[in-house]
T-cell receptor, first 112, second 113 residues
Framework: NAGVTQTPKFQVLKTGQSMTLQCAQD?????MSWYRQDPGMGLRLIHY???????DQGEVPNGYNVSRSTTEDFPLRLLSAAPSQTSVYFC???????????FGQGTRLTVV | GENVEQHPSTLSVQEGDSAVIKCTYS??????FPWYKQELGKGPQLIID?????GEKKDQRIAVTLNKTAKHFSLHITETQPEDSAVYFC????????????FGEGTQLTVNP
């Protein structure tokens, strides 16, 4: 059971470039979410989804897009990367009716 | 929205001692409070959680207490071991299902052998 898988693990982008962070879970969880982790600030919610076809904004959504075409996948898109988006990104999933969220191992993104 | 503050930011203890991490929250509607442990290079992992209808919960060497009136909750680790060294995060949610979590800033716990 792979759990929550994030790719890539590391990425360096130039300002203005676009990219997609991938997140896949094989636990048939309905809920998925994206967080960013910055030093001294904990984890902040970017976007979340309660099921296929449904997404909503979290605390810091600006500069990021998401879609949820399948239950398994929840990609996070950066349309025009900025240095302020340098961070570690975590994807999490949770089964409806359960409180435990399972996190991926993270993607460390650097924007230069 | 919800605001969660966590103290201390760093904590160093000797093996066998107890460690206490405290968090306060602002939204009185919050009713679910999980604690996550993050080891180096890994994602956070749930270690214990508590709901607002309970004042204390224990799981072996780990316990969490909740004071709804004062809006604070704490993590207690007894008989600490070197493998307890990690970053610990508290979180709060206004939904019992915990679909939107607000995290504290994290505490780096170091257990010295």
């Amino acid at each position: 059971n792979a759990g929550v898988t994030q790719t890539p693990k590391f990425q360096v982008l130039k300002t203005g470039q676009s990219m997609t962070l991938q997140c896949a879970q094989d636990m048939n969880h309905e809920y998925m979410s994206w967080y960013r982790q910055d030093p001294g600030m904990g984890l902040r919610l970017i976007h979340y989804s309660v099921g296929a076809g449904i997404t909503d904004q979290g605390e810091v959504p600006n500069g990021y897009n998401v879609s949820r075409s399948t239950t398994e996948d929840f990609p996070l898109r950066l349309l025009s990367a900025a240095p302020s988006q340098t961070s570690v990104y975590f994807c999490a999933s949770r089964k409806q009716g359960s409180t435990e969220a399972f996190f991926g191992q993270g993607t460390r993104l650097t924007v230069v | 929205g919800e605001n969660v503050e966590q103290h201390p930011s760093t904590l160093s203890v000797q093996e066998g001692d107890s460690a206490v991490i405290k968090c306060t929250y602002s939204d009185s509607a919050s009713n679910y409070f999980p604690w996550y442990k993050q080891e180096l290079g890994k994602g956070p992992q749930l270690i214990i959680d508590i709901r607002s209808n309970v004042g204390e919960k224990k799981d072996q060497r780990i316990a969490v207490t909740l004071n709804k009136t004062a809006k604070h909750f704490s993590l207690h680790i007894t008989e600490t071991q070197p493998e307890d060294s990690a970053v610990y995060f508290c979180a709060a949610s206004t939904e019992t299902s915990g679909s939107r979590l607000t995290f504290g800033e994290g505490t780096q716990l170091t257990v010295n052998p």
